[in-house]
């Protein structure tokens, strides 16, 4: 794969010929941030949550990498875990803007798409100053980052402290130099034609203490079949601090496209 030393790492639940969903995580995560909805859409979907370049068990990226790339490789691991079938694409943050690159190299394989914490800005300032405090500070930056993914109540409890030291837990595994190259392929301008013309069915979720709520807002509104949810209280990884509310409103998006097979 262009860029990338390997097939990422993926896990995969569910019954192997249940239609596919496909989950992204955000910075500074990996694909065990979406541990609370493979374990509750594995019910109906073969759930494959992706570890992205340099972190969890993935390869290393080189210089030169490209959002492109890293949606290649997300269906290469959907390819080999689930069926060819059209899949539901989640993502997360930067796992947002790949999930959209997803949809523009196999729109016929894509069913519906959600974002959460995913915005539309036409600067990324954001990208530097995250690529200046990993240089800084090195990996243990990871674990302030992943607090300030959540919203303030939620920040301050003993489960916020041990999903963050989840991921801190897997730093031998991770690639510093990677998760660089990763900022800085994300820190590309987004196309025009990214946005405007996803036109699978699209549902945009965002905490009202997220960071990017407003961007988020900017997104839905690009989006020609979009719909934007905000959830009261939560922040930038808000299907982490509820799952519940996340979860619902992902069941009742997919019902309302085609997909019966759900509680609801």
Avoid at 111 to 137: C, L, N, P
Wanted: glycine share 8%.
């Amino acid at each position: 794969m262009a860029h990338i030393e390997g097939p990422l790492h993926a896990e995969a639940f569910g019954m192997p010929d249940a239609p596919p969903m496909v989950f992204v995580h955000p910075n500074p995560m990996d694909g065990s941030g979406w541990l609370y909805q493979t374990a509750h859409f594995s019910t109906w979907y073969r759930c494959v949550a992706v570890d992205l370049p340099g972190y969890g068990r993935s390869p290393r990226a080189t210089r030169g990498l490209t959002m492109v790339d890293v949606a290649e490789a997300c269906w290469e691991a959907a390819d080999r875990l689930a069926t060819a079938a059209p899949a539901v694409l989640v993502g997360c943050s930067v796992g947002g803007n790949v999930v959209q690159h997803m949809y523009h190299l196999r729109p016929a394989q894509t069913h519906a798409v959600v974002m959460s914490g995913s915005g539309w800005r036409k600067e990324k300032d954001f990208v530097q100053r995250r690529i200046d405090a990993y240089t800084a500070r090195g990996l243990d930056y990871r674990a302030d980052y992943a607090l300030e993914s959540f919203g303030a109540a939620f920040r301050s409890t003993p489960l916020a402290r041990w999903l963050a030291d989840l991921f801190l837990e897997r730093n031998a595994d991770a690639d510093l130099e990677t998760i660089l190259t990763m900022f800085h392929a994300l820190g590309a301008p987004d196309p025009d034609w990214l946005a405007r013309e996803l036109r699978a069915p699209t549902l945009v979720m965002s905490g009202s203490e997220d960071f990017t709520n407003g961007p988020a807002r900017a997104l839905a509104d690009r989006l020609p079949d979009a719909e934007f949810v905000e959830l009261a209280g939560a922040g930038h990884a808000c299907h982490f601090e509820q799952p519940w509310a996340f979860d619902a409103e992902v069941v009742r998006f997919l019902r309302a496209h085609g997909h019966g097979h759900l509680p609801g």
